[in-house]
T-cell receptor
Framework: QQPVQSPQAVILREGEDAVINCSSSKALYSVHWYRQKHGEAPVFLMILLKGGEQKGHEKISASFNEKKQQSSLYLTASQLSYSGTYFCGTVNSNSGYALNFGKGTSLLVTP | KAGVTQTPRYLIKTRGQQVTLSCSPISGHRSVSWYQQTPGQGLQFLFEYFSETQRNKGNFPGRFSGRQFSNSRSEMNVSTLELGDSALYLC????????????FGSGTQLSVL
């Protein structure tokens, strides 16, 4: 039930944009996005709920396509502080109260 | 409010031993989830507890177990340790756990020699 993330890694220059994708084989109730910096705990970014409601971060946006069971995280005008590993987590009809995370996307923003 | 506290921060064990990790959630949070993090595998769900009841369990062998106390503190136990159990074990708490933002602790880094 682990969602699939792509790409696995991306390198950007400061100011460039990036898109991280997350897909599931199961119908999704919600998609969650977290960022983890090296040596630190994952930090919440955003929740996207079935039905379109989005709760989360001011400077980073995301979409949730319920029919395709996919979500995308959009990082625009990237900053050095965006560097880290991004994880999507999904709650689906079989996972009950479990939030299952993908393997992560490593993002490096360079000056 | 204090954050999620995990103890110990680092642990070194040998194969065959048993280990217990502890997690104190944010005050008022009744849901505690545990995850195993290894390089390249992301965060793999172990189990989730709410009000002392395990509501969901991930795909891990029976050597991995957990419990939650009436004050919402949680422990996880791994018996008969294997080299492959070396990982960062993270716990996360939330008020009810249903579709909510998770607050993660800093984790316990377990090394099995």
């Amino acid at each position: 039930q682990q969602p699939v993330q792509s790409p696995q890694a991306v390198i950007l220059r400061e100011g460039e944009d990036a898109v991280i994708n997350c897909s599931s084989s199961k119908a999704l109730y919600s998609v969650h996005w977290y960022r983890q910096k090296h040596g630190e705990a994952p930090v919440f970014l955003m929740i996207l709920l079935k039905g379109g409601e989005q709760k989360g971060h001011e400077k980073i946006s995301a979409s949730f396509n319920e029919k395709k069971q996919q979500s995308s995280l959009y990082l625009t005008a990237s900053q050095l502080s965006y560097s880290g590993t991004y994880f999507c987590g999904t709650v689906n009809s079989n996972s009950g109260y479990a939030l299952n995370f993908g393997k992560g996307t490593s993002l490096l923003v360079t000056p | 409010k204090a954050g999620v506290t995990q103890t110990p921060r680092y642990l070194i064990k040998t194969r065959g031993q048993q280990v217990t990790l502890s997690c104190s959630p944010i005050s008022g949070h009744r849901s505690v989830s545990w995850y195993q993090q290894t390089p390249g595998q992301g965060l793999q769900f172990l189990f989730e507890y709410f009000s002392e009841t395990q509501r969901n369990k991930g795909n891990f062998p029976g050597r991995f177990s957990g419990r939650q106390f009436s004050n919402s503190r949680s422990e996880m136990n791994v018996s008969t340790l294997e080299l492959g159990d070396s990982a960062l074990y993270l716990c996360a708490s939330s008020p009810t756990g249903v579709g909510e933002k998770l607050f993660f602790g800093s984790g316990t880094q377990l090394s099995v020699l």
